[in-house]
């Protein structure tokens, strides 16, 4: 093979694809606490890309950190170590009252590498955002922020109507200036109709569960950047579809390389992980991602 032919071919085989982000789910579940801000520590000493987090909202209007509408039992106990009522809604509490719960003592009994963490609190957003501003890991100077408005439109008293709740999320990142780092992501789609709205460059990202109507159709209705499958359910020819209109693929929760070798084979453009240290290892492993 000529020379030059041989140098092209050298640095075609060198060259990797495109970046895959790698997203921290709920800061890093399967070892820390999840939602907590010593889970979005370890994700940032780890290097991850993007934090992704879940907001609901207290009694008094403060946006938190937090999976449920409720205080999970299985993840929280009560002040005095006491177990947290079934049924204890944050919206029914003030911050200072959600605050004397301790939501990181309890090992999550499906990770069993998750080190506990007592005394840990329910994180306000503007708690994890000055977490990063402070971090020294170098990830922190570029990570983005992946934050999920949770709603259920069938029990509305949970939770603040979809345009209050964009308000007072959309009113803080942009008092905090870091819009642009933020992907805002919801299975409500009023949710984001509501975020666009309020900030129209806002990134949005549709979460899409079990079933799978045209994603397409729903990026380009709302005007989303991104759609966010159940990874089991995403295919390639989906992901082709959403290519073509310029929308990204990034799918939750992968956590092992089974899963991540079959989103890697389809090409979407990040993922979604409880793991974060592990789904870098692999891409390493693979040359997907530098060592630096
Ligand atoms: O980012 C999407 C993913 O987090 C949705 O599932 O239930 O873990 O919030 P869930
Ligand atoms: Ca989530």
Sequence with gaps: MPA??????????????????????RGARALRPENTL????????????????????????????MHDPYLNPVLCTGPDGAPVPEGLAV?????????????GALKNPRFPRQVPVPGTRVPTLEAVLDLVKASPHPAAKKVGF??????EPAHPELFPTPERFAELVVGLLGRRGVLNRVVIQSFDYRALVAVKALAP???LAMLISDTFPNPVAIAKDLGAAIISPHHEWITKEAVRALHAEGVRVVPWTANDEAAWARLVDLGVDGIITDDPAALIAYLQGRKLRSTQ
């Design 146 to 151: 992946n934050i999920e408005l949770k709603l």
């Design 201 to 203: 460059k806002a990134r």
């Design 38 to 65: 010593p889970a979005f520590e370890y994700a940032l000493s780890v290097g991850a890309d993007m934090l992704e987090l879940d907001v609901v909202v207290t009694k008094d209007d403060q946006v938190v950190v």
């Design 4 to 25: 030059a032919l041989l140098a092209m071919a050298l640095l075609t085989a060198a060259r990797p694809g495109p970046r895959i982000e790698v997203q921290g789910h």
């Design 91 to 103: 919206r029914s509490l003030t911050l200072e009252a959600l605050q004397r719960y301790d939501c």
